[in-house]
């Protein structure tokens, strides 16, 4: 082989190899945007119920990163990614794709809400801005997700 060959044949293996697995990152990168906005809800869910101290700053904390880890989830639904690694995505998302990014506009919206102004300033504003965002998490997860077992 020349070494032009060479290097054509080892570009195109690099090419076959690195299509299978974008599939898989799109995959695991959006289970872990999710875990990370599980995790966010977590923490102002628990304060919210008095199972751990009100604190406004930390709450506006978790809900910043809520919205950071929301960013671009709704990107991260290519075509070929409907099945595989443990993915709770349901069908829908890709014959309904419009419905999904409206749900996760939605989302966004509230997440923009509860952290463009103040920290709460008491449980009370706390709940209501946990209500808020964790309407969406039902919402779109009836609709878009499948759990599994
Ligand atoms: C716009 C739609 C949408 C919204 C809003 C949404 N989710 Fe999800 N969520 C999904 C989808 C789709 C999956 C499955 C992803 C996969 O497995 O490919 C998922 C999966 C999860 C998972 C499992 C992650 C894993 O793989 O371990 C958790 C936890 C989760 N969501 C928590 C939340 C919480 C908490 C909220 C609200 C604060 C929320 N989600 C809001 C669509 C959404």
Known sequence: MTKNLKLFAAASFLAVISSGPAFADAISDRQEKMK????????????AKGETDFDGEAA??????MKEAADGF?????????TGGDTEASPKIFSDREGFEKTHAD?????????????????????ASVGMVGENCGTCHKAYRVKKN
Do not use: Y
């Open 36 to 47: 990370a906005v599980g995790k966010s809800m977590g923490i102002v869910g628990k304060m």
């Open 60 to 65: 506006l904390a978790a809900f910043v990163a």
């Open 74 to 82: 709704e990107e991260l639904f290519p075509e070929g990614s409907e």
């Open 107 to 127: 989302f966004e919206a509230d997440l923009e809400t509860v952290t463009s102004g103040e920290a709460p300033a008491d449980v009370a504003a706390l709940r």
